[in-house]
């Protein structure tokens, strides 16, 4: 959504939902990346993913050639966070990724998991297809 499309349309979000911060994680990282700001895209990783995460994302980084958090070599042109369940201490998210405009576009899913007590992403895998 452009500025233009996006009207009236407001934006809300609390510190207090897991949901909340993956979208604001997603937001302000493909921010970062499209703007080219490398240090603000490690920050962000920094404070919204889990240690774990982020040493398993270098692993994936290497062997892949791409953007961990993303799946990918480009940046996507839009990106949707919907709630998709919870249990056992964790929220799951799925995160879909537009690449391109139009008809034509394609889009990604995502499967990110959030750690209840922390709120922090521990977990980020391509969502299984259907």
Known sequence: MTDSEA???ARA???D???????????AYIDAVFD???DL?????AHYLTEDLRQRLAAWEEVNHADGVLRA???PTAWEVRHH????????????LTWGSGPDA???RLAVQSDLSTKLISDIEDAPAG
Do not use: I, K, M
């Not at 939902?17 to 937001?27: E, I, K, P």
């Not at 895209?41 to 990783?45: F, G, K, N, Q, Y």
């Not at 369940?85 to 879909?96: I, K, M, N």
């Open 85 to 96: 369940d919870s249990g056992a201490g964790h929220l799951f998210t799925t995160v879909t």
């Open 106 to 108: 394609g889009r990604t």
């Open 17 to 27: 939902s897991a949901v909340d911060r993956v979208a604001d994680f997603y937001g």
């Open 7 to 9: 009207g009236s349309v």
């Open 41 to 45: 895209s490690d920050e962000l990783r």
């Open 73 to 75: 070599q480009d940046v």
């Open 13 to 15: 979000g609390s510190p």
């Open 36 to 38: 080219g700001t490398d």
